[in-house]
């Protein structure tokens, strides 16, 4: 579809390490006395952050209620304050509900009050910088991490959380060094997820496949599984292999039957497939179970595709009011394509100045500077967006057609059919306009250009007698 998929799987990930770090913290009375018995949700939600695991959402929804309860009866308690905040932006990032976020900053403010930084709270400090991660504040995210890991540079969870920072940051070379010291400190599903995002975002695909079979193989969880499933999904689908992409979605649905990411991830497979009716359904539940700015957008470039003009108006519109937590490349995108393109580019050179500095900015501040009428200005950041390391057909298309409105027939050929090479269902809308592109472009020219055509053989030989008898004068 339009906007590059960027799964969630990842920012649960590090707000699930967050959870893990606070989790540790756990009152062990909260679980009542008595003999024992099989664990509660509560329970398990602690349990499966203990291992650095994704709690089910039941689960975590059961830990929220029973640290509120405790808290009313324990409000000088800062560790539970801490994993409260870390369960509310967990549960935000994992539902795209934005109404999380004040509760734990609220929770996470609550417990620094009850037991400062300086006393050695770091439970809280990492739940802010998560946070600020799951807000799109990297700036913040980096400098909470980079607290913690000053503080206590073993503290397995700071890693996630200056990966995602650095990251939207686009200190690439930053995100590898924190996977590679997050690798030697912790193991299981999570860390393999993120090594295999880390890996994808430097383009080396085989190593993103092993490591997402890894983390399946690791999960201890059926959300841990899912989204391990997912991941396989999302990789296979970048690759334009959306038969191997449905299989990963559905086996990821069939543990967690309303898992978002999957849900949208087998819509973009589906139609890809041509089975529209399916992919509209998919993308119905995806958007009531997650609805994610991207995932909006995503939508109603397909009802456009399909003629369904009414149902884009709506899904645009939607977007355009929503109130969205990470929201500026959609709505960039949408004002390139779908509305006014200079607002697009007034957001994004404010996002850009603000520290966004992820392929995902560049491509989409490119993206809107070429639709506002200044291509040349565009290059420089499609060329950001692409030589990184990612490989987005979405990201080399619209290089593509940059260098086309420059005249740049040579390399325009080249990144609009290499868009196609990655995966030819890339968009429903921008897909069939590649291909339109390629054959307008036309094969290239026998002809060389001027400055690498060889030289006459007479002049040739003039020019090699000149120097020969330069250098028996010298």
Known sequence: MKTQNVSRTVLAAGVGAVLAATALLYVPELFGQGPAGPP?????????????????????????TDREKWLRAHPDDDASWAELGAAYTERGARLGDVRDYPRAETALRRSLAERPAARGNTAAQLGL??????????????????????????????????????????????????????????????????ASQTYRDRGWRED??????????????????????????????????????????????VLVR?????????????????????????????????????????????????????????AYERLRTGTWAQGEVPLALLDADHGDPAAAVTRMRAEWAR??????????????????????????????????????ALFTYHRGEIERALDAFGPARRHLAEALRINPHFSPLLAPKATEAVTALGEPSDELPKELRPEPPAKAAKAAGTTASRATRE
């Open 355 to 392: 520290g966004h500095r992820s392929v995902r900015a560049a491509d989409a501040l490119g993206w809107a500077l070429y639709r506002a009428g200044a291509p040349k200005e565009a290059l420089g950041y499609a060329k950001l967006a692409t030589e990184e390391g990612l490989r987005s």
């Open 40 to 64: 509660g949700p509560a329970e398990r939600a602690t349990i499966a952050a203990h291992a650095g695991a994704q709690a089910s959402l039941p689960d975590l929804a059961a830990l929220i």
């Open 129 to 194: 910088g998560a946070l600020a991660g799951a807000r799109g504040d990297w700036k913040s995210a980096k400098e909470w991490g980079e607290k913690v890991r000053k503080a206590d540079p073993r503290r397995w969870p700071a890693y996630p959380v200056l990966m995602d920072a650095y990251n939207g940051l686009g200190d690439y070379k930053g995100t590898q060094k924190a996977m590679e010291t997050l690798e030697g400190l912790h193991a299981g599903a999570a860390v393999r997820t993120r």
């Open 208 to 253: 993103a496949d092993v490591a997402a079979l890894d983390a399946v193989a690791l999960a201890e969880t059926g959300a841990d599984k899912a989204a391990s499933l997912a991941r396989l999904g999302d990789l296979a689908w970048e690759r334009g292999e959306p038969d191997e992409a449905l299989a990963g979605y559905g086996a990821a649905l």
């Open 258 to 314: 309303d898992h978002g990411p999957s849900l949208a991830g087998r819509a973009r497979a589906l139609t890809a497939l041509g089975r529209t009716d399916e992919a509209l359904r998919d993308w119905r539940a995806a958007l009531a179970r997650l609805p994610l700015p991207e995932y909006v957008l995503e939508a109603g470039e397909l009802y456009e595709s399909l003629g369904l003009d009414g149902d884009a108006r709506a």
